[in-house]
Antibody, heavy 118, light 108 residues
Framework: VQLAQSGSEVRKPGESLTISCKASGYKFTGYWIGWVRQMPGKGLEWVGIIYPGDSDTRYSPSFQGQVTITADASITTAYLHWNSVRASDTATYYCVRRQGLNSITDYWGHGTLVTVSS | ELVLTQSPDTLSLSPGERATLSCRAS???????LAWFQQRPGQAPRLLIY???KSATDIPDRFSGSGSGSEFTLTISRLEPQDFAVYYC?????????FGQGTKVEVK
């Protein structure tokens, strides 16, 4: 199992941004895939998760309406999108695989650093 | 929304000592769906324990989990140099789930 994340990004406040996570080594449509945020020097926070098999998507309350999670099963890739980033979005975002909605998170990507600064 | 509170925030110990980390939930965790992760500096987290007491693949037996309901514990029986890291508990029984704020285990 591998989760290959896109590279670091720098954006100005108000710009749009999409980061990606290419999954391999397992059946993409049979597991949930999600995103976890880690702000500089801080702890872990769930952003949300998606089931690529039917695009069922769940967000943590703090992130609902702030980001969009999608998945393209044809290229086994998940995405995290912002319409308009803010300085407070500066963080490392980890892509993770989850075995089920109420199941363990067993694989992590290396993380994508997002920096938002004017 | 369920809240996980870990204690202490920082644990200062020497190699070879025993570490006991606590995780308290604001309500009972569904089916004991509670996991523990280790995060070393500059690395992604790694799954240690799931369903409160079960060890993940390739995790050394010095790591053990216990507890049920709303009180959980991660024990490291004898600290090795590579065990000095931050540890997070995680509830996955409630939709997306939530993490505790973390406990840092540092060298005394």
């Amino acid at each position: 199992v591998q989760l290959a994340q896109s590279g670091s990004e720098v954006r100005k406040p108000g710009e749009s941004l999409t980061i990606s996570c290419k999954a391999s080594g397992y059946k993409f449509t049979g597991y949930w895939i999600g995103w976890v945020r880690q702000m500089p020097g801080k702890g872990l926070e769930w952003v949300g998760i998606i089931y690529p098999g039917d695009s069922d998507t769940r967000y943590s309350p703090s992130f609902q309406g702030q980001v969009t999670i999608t998945a393209d099963a044809s290229i086994t890739t998940a995405y995290l999108h912002w319409n308009s980033v803010r300085a407070s979005d500066t963080a490392t975002y980890y892509c993770v695989r989850r075995q089920g909605l109420n199941s363990i998170t067993d694989y992590w990507g290396h993380g994508t650093l997002v920096t938002v600064s004017s | 929304e369920l809240v996980l509170t870990q204690s202490p925030d920082t644990l200062s110990l020497s190699p070879g000592e025993r570490a006991t980390l606590s995780c308290r939930a604001s309500q009972a965790v569904n089916s004991n769906y509670l996991a523990w992760f280790q995060q070393r500096p500059g690395q992604a987290p790694r799954l240690l324990i799931y369903e409160a007491t079960k060890s993940a693949t390739d995790i050394p037996d010095r790591f053990s989990g216990s507890g049920s309901g709303s009180e959980f514990t991660l024990t490291i029986s004898r600290l090795e140099p590579q065990d000095f890291a931050v540890y997070y508990c995680h509830d996955y029984g409630d939709s997306v789930g939530t993490f505790g704020q973390g406990t840092k285990v540092e060298v005394k």
